[in-house]
Structures are given as C-alpha cells and as structure tokens.
C-alpha cells in the first residue's frame, strides 16, 4: 500500500520568510512518481511539478525549489521569500506504474503568509 | 487550461435522494478519475475509468457508482445520499497513455451538501 504523510497540517510565516513543506511517502514500487499541487483559497487545484523517481536531481522554478531524497523517502517543497500569494493549501501527491495512474494524496499543508 | 468542466458547481439534496455529477472533458483524455475532498484526509479517489465503459473502484467507493458512455463525459452517482457524502468532490483527467506523465489535472470542483 502507498502512503503519503504531510505532518505539517499548518504553517503560519511572515512575508519574505523562508519556508519548508515536508513530505513524505511510502511505497515498495521502484519506479514512481510524485507530485505537488497547489490549492489557493478559490479551491482550485493547480498542478505545481512531477518528480520521478530515478531523477534525484533538485529543482528550482523562480522561487520555489524542490529537494527530492530516495534514502529518506522524502520529496520536500521550500518557498523562499514568500509572499502573501503563496496562501495556499499544498498536497504532495505519489503515483506508482501500471496503477491507472493513481495518485495517492497526503492530508495537505495549510501555509498561512502573514503580510 | 485542460478543458474540464464539472456540473452542477453546487447541490444541496436531502438524504436519500439520488444525485448525478457530471464531469465533461473536451480533449478526449483515456483516463478520468472522480475524488472527494474532505478536511483531514486530503483527496481520496471513489472511482476511475481507463476508457468508455471501463472503470474500476477506488478506496472510497462505497455508496458511489460511475458511468462512461461517451470519452468526453464521466458520471459519478450517489444512489441514496447521505449525510457522510458531504462533501467537494473533484473530476480529475491524466493526458498522456505512455510516457511517464501521470499528472493529473483537475476540474474546478463540486461542492455537495446533503441534509
């Protein structure tokens, strides 16, 4: 079974503040894939990166930047200077080959950016 | 924009009423997907179809049947409702058949109240 655990339910940061999402997740699948999506207070949900697992290389897009470690099962998401936009509610997500593409969803990050 | 669009936006139904969501794509994806989203628990999938008239259950598919008759539309049913089926409820579509990409993109959400 997958699993995926955001322990982090909410975080509150002042503007400009740095700050981390954690996640991690669980599978006995060698190949996968994980994902973040974004969740603004208007409900949508916005697709933010895929990451798979044979790519171990981090990656930055402007001001967000993705830390991706096998060894501890985690796949972390940190905003740098953050900005009153980023409120957001943030879930980290894990899909393994031939499941039809499930995604297993973890419980969600409430980030809170204070001005 | 992946062209998903879900119908009604929002329902209020009495308890054991059947109600019908509809989920309408308009780039002949194979794969869709219905999720509810409730505080807590993240996104958690009812069912999933891989093609016209081909689906198959999720982990929370009790009390909820789909139906795909046509590529472009994707049923979710709540034959007798109750009040635990509160909740919004998401369309999802993946865009690829092969590979790698198994994002998914979601509809703008269904948010169903039964009293």
């Known amino acids: 079974a997958q699993k995926v655990t955001q322990a982090q339910t909410e975080i509150s940061v002042v503007e400009k503040e740095d700050v981390t999402l954690d996640c991690v997740y669980e599978?006995?699948?060698?190949?996968?894939?994980l994902f973040w999506y974004k969740q603004p207070p208007s409900g949508e949900l916005v697709f933010l990166i895929r990451?798979?697992?044979?790519?171990?290389q981090n990656e930055i897009s402007g001001r967000y930047s993705w830390n991706f470690q096998k060894s501890t099962s985690s796949f972390n998401f940190t905003i740098t200077a953050s900005q009153v936009v980023d409120s957001a509610v943030y879930f980290c997500?894990?899909?393994?080959?031939?499941?039809?593409?499930?995604?297993?969803f973890g419980s969600g990050t409430q980030l809170t950016v204070l001005p | 924009d992946a062209g998903i669009t879900q119908s009604p936006r929002h329902k209020v139904t009495e308890t054991g009423t059947p109600v019908t969501l509809r989920c309408h794509q308009t780039?002949?994806?194979?794969?869709m997907y219905w999720y509810r989203q409730d505080p807590g628990h993240g996104l958690r999938l009812i069912h999933y179809s891989y093609g016209v008239k081909d689906t198959d259950k999720g982990e929370v598919s009790d009390g909820y049947s789909v139906s795909r008759s046509k590529t472009e539309d994707f049923l979710l049913t709540l034959e007798s409702a109750t009040s635990s089926q509160t909740s919004v409820y998401f369309c999802a579509i993946s865009p690829r058949v092969s590979g790698g990409s198994y994002e998914q993109y979601f509809g703008p959400g269904t948010r169903l109240t039964v009293t």
């Open positions: 780039e002949n994806h194979r794969y």
């Open positions: 599978t006995r699948d060698t190949t996968y894939y």
């Open positions: 997500a894990l899909a393994s080959t031939g499941s039809a593409r499930q995604l297993t």
């Open positions: 990451r798979n697992s044979f790519d171990e």
